[in-house]
């Protein structure tokens, strides 16, 4: 999936939340929906440490649940915030980011570090046109 898609996806999540918060359940929805993402930065270590590449360790299940969980902890400690929507409303982003990349071409490792398998339907043409209307 596109930027665009991932964006969208986690703007409607967190306009479905319900509570005082919304403003930052935005801001994290689009952040956790775009995070796998920054792989990019990573690049330099692409060359040395294969499961950094695009589509790597930041497109797994553990990888989405470690950074929510310290986000949220980071927000619990530092913002005295406790919602328990804002860690689901991240968990749900993070996880439809990996979820789309699965449909898409590019498939995504769902067992690392059990399994270095990638995971793939290869069906996004269809669904990137059906999800930007």
């Known amino acids: 999936m596109d930027f665009f898609t991932h964006f969208l996806i986690g703007l409607i999540v967190a306009s479905l939340a319900d509570g005082s918060n919304l403003y930052l359940y935005l801001t994290l929805a689009v952040f956790m ?3 796998p993402d920054l792989d990019f ?3 330099p270590l692409w060359k040395w440490l294969p499961s950094t590449g695009h589509h790597g360790i930041t497109h797994t299940p553990i990888f989405i649940f470690a950074a929510s969980a310290l986000i949220y902890a980071a927000l619990a400690i530092f913002a005295e915030i406790s919602d328990i929507r804002v ?3 991240m968990l ?6 990996i979820f789309g990349d699965f449909l898409g071409t590019g498939g995504v490792p769902l067992l690392y570090p059990f399994s270095g ?4 339907l290869n069906i996004d043409l269809g669904i990137d ?3 930007m209307l």
């Not at 398998?117 to 793939?120: D, G, I, L, N």
Request: glycine share 4%; aromatic share 14%.
């Open 33 to 35: 929906s775009l995070l």
């Open 41 to 43: 930065a990573l690049f």
């Open 87 to 89: 860690l689901l409303v």
């Open 92 to 97: 749900l982003t993070g996880s439809l980011h």
């Open 117 to 120: 398998r990638y995971f793939k």
């Open 129 to 131: 046109t059906l999800l």
